[in-house]
């Protein structure tokens, strides 16, 4: 018997049996990476009888170079410049009938709070107009 402490492997399974059923598996991965399994069906179980991983070899036509690394956000300006690309965007989407703090969170790529505390600062700069007249 096949000593498998993870794998309920019958007793009657027999490891290269010609008589068992057995299929080629190969999963090919996008950087290359390739892995083969030989499977046998015994008993309405799958069994892997052998497992192979191969890397990526150097003058494969997987050795493309990596995509570049992104940012999660665009880099965005900080202090005044940064305030008055805000007021900008702002005042854009104000004009085209969009939401400005969308259109701000867009241009930046930062959240909504984030977003908001950048029009305050710009506001309090002066770059925009205040929410509210004061009487």
């Known amino acids: 018997m096949l000593e498998s402490p993870f ?7 027999r490891p290269n049996d010609p008589c068992l059923p057995s299929f080629h598996v190969r999963l090919t991965f996008g950087d290359g990476v390739a892995v083969d399994a030989r499977a046998v069906v015994t008993e309405g179980r799958i069994t892997l009888e052998a497992l192979h991983a191969e890397a990526r070899q150097p003058g494969d036509t997987f050795s493309q170079d990596p995509p570049p690394v992104r940012r999660a956000r665009p880099p965005w ?51 925009l107009p205040p929410r509210h007249n004061r009487r």
Not at 7 to 13: A, C, Q
């Open 7 to 13: 794998l309920g492997v019958s007793d009657h399974y």
């Open 77 to 127: 300006p900080r202090g005044r410049q940064g305030r008055l690309m805000a007021a900008q965007e702002y005042r854009a989407a104000q004009a085209d009938g969009r939401d400005p703090v969308l259109a701000v969170m867009r241009a930046t790529g930062r959240s909504r709070r984030r977003s908001l505390k950048l029009i305050a600062a710009a506001r309090d700069a002066g770059t």
